[in-house]
Every structure is written in C-alpha cells, then in structure tokens.
C-alpha cells in the first residue's frame, strides 16, 4: 500500500493523520520545525497537546530531518500548514516529492501576499501535482476522536479526486466529490468571517444576559447567502454556499470554533487587536481576521455589497462597536 503523509503536524492535521492511521491506510505524519513542541509531545506520551485521542501504532512519526523518509513510496500529501504557511511548507517539501497521485490541501484561506487560494497556491509551488482542496465542518478534536464527519472535497482533476476521496472515505469520514473547487475554496475563506460576527452577537447576549436568539439565526441566514453570492461572483456556482463546505462549515465553527470564541470576547467587551494577539500567543489562529481583509477585497473587486462580512471588518479592523454587526441585519 503506497503511503499517505500529512506534512505539518498542527491540530487539524495530526487529526487527519489519526483517522488515516485508524483506516487502516499506510500513514506517516511529518513534523516541521515549527511544530517542535507538538513533536516532543508525542514522542514522549504519544498525544497531539491539543487532542485528546492518542496516536494510532500504526501511524509512522516523522520529524523535521526526516522528510525523505516521510515521503517515501507517497502517494497522497496532505498540506497541513495555514493559509499564511502554504507556501513555505510546499517549498520545504517539494524536492522529497516525486510526482504524488494527489496533493490535498486543508488550509482555509487565501494567501496573504496574493490574495490566491490554496489550490493556486500549491499548483505554483508543486507544479504537475494535481490540487485537491478539502474543505467542510470538521473540528480536529472530533475527526481524531472518530465521531462522524462529512466534508467536500472539490478538484479539477477527476482521477487525483477519486484517488484522494477514497483515501479518507470511511463509514465514520463521509466525503462529497465536485469540481467546484473556486466555490468550495471561497466559503472556506467566508465562513470564518461570518463566524466572528456570529461570536459577536453570542457575546453581545451574554452581556446584556439576553440570548439573541433571533438575531442570530437572521446571521446565520443573511451569511450564508452573502456567501453564496460571492462565490457565484468568483466563479463558482451558488449551490455550493449552501452545502458542507458552505452552510455547514459556517454552521459548526459558529457553534464554537476559534473565530466564533474571538468574537465572542469582542461582543463582551474586548478589545480586537489585543484579543487576537492573546489567542495567537496560545497557539490559536484566528484565520478569520485576516480573511476579512480578503472577504472586503474580492467584494469591492466584484462590486458586491455583503453586509453582514463587512461589518466584521468594520468591527475587527476599523473600531466600529460590536453593535455593527446588529445594524448590518436592518
């Protein structure tokens, strides 16, 4: 069986290693030199510091000068890095890889300097590799505890889609197959945003002791449809806002993903640069913050007002109160 390897070993992907690993597929998880402290961690006490689920014995750990080990007989690489990190981390493999039937990027984002989404990214940085985006609700405590999940997985290329799908389909790891990858790839970078301004109004609530119920659902409905039209405006089609890597992505990191907790400290009260960098400093990124630099950017570039999206920035980026995010519903 040709090897699986999950290059990057941060939370979201050690926990596709442990599902791979538990498959039963030949996986190998390679840890960077940024991902020291995650590495010595498992090697001591075989556990990922912020997952729960050990590391399957079947699962081969790589560190930093190990990368011609972790690539050999590959087959699939899984991207692990962020969106900000795509990048470099594909510069740091490229010459341990050797034509990969599939390149599956996870990172939920576009790239800071370009503003190009991860498939571009890689495609420049790997180039014959064919790009698989993966994308969809799927928390990394809850993939590597093996609780069910379903997620999207879009390319152009029909033969390294299959190859990668099947892969990571299992009875617990559902997987829907398109070619939407522009779609799939733009509601990864939405939905963090709308996610902070769902935060914002859970902490607005809380202040005021009220649950702002409504409101929130009105968020929900009104994000999803900004999102929906975006896509369609960049190329992809409208229906994919409102399946898993839409709608349901934007659904589970409101209930409680890193951008929904970062706005719910702004809603209470904090104040958002300082915020961010305390989440930072404890080795939480908030991609949402950036991403709606970006959200803003393709908006005015296509002439698109989404009015929910830009009072997130507003409020993260230009000083407006959390209150905003409630005016953007009127």
Known sequence: MARVTVFGAGAAGTSLAIHLARKGEDTALWASAF???ALDQMRSDGR???LSEPLPASLTLFGPQDLAGAAE???IAV????SGGARSLAGLVAPALDAPAAVVSIAKGLEPETAKRMSEVYAEALPGAPVVALSGPSLAPEVADGLL???AMASADAAALSEAAGAFRSPAFLVDETDDVAGVEICGVAKNVAAIG??????LGQHRQQDLKNPRAALFTRAVQEMATLVEAL???????????????LLVTS???????YGEAIGLGAEPVTTLKDMMERGLTVEGADSAHDVRALAERAGLDLPVHLAVHRVVHDGAPPTDILEALR
């Open 48 to 50: 990922h510091p912020a």
């Open 235 to 249: 190329g992809g089609r409208r229906e994919t806002a409102f399946g898993l890597a839409g709608m349901g992505d």
């Open 255 to 261: 209930l409680g993903g890193r951008n929904r907790l």
């Open 198 to 203: 769902a935060g914002i109004l859970e902490g």
């Open 73 to 75: 007989g590959l087959r």
């Open 35 to 37: 991902d020291a402290k």
């Open 79 to 82: 991207m692990g890095a962020s």
């Open 149 to 151: 999940t379903a997620v």
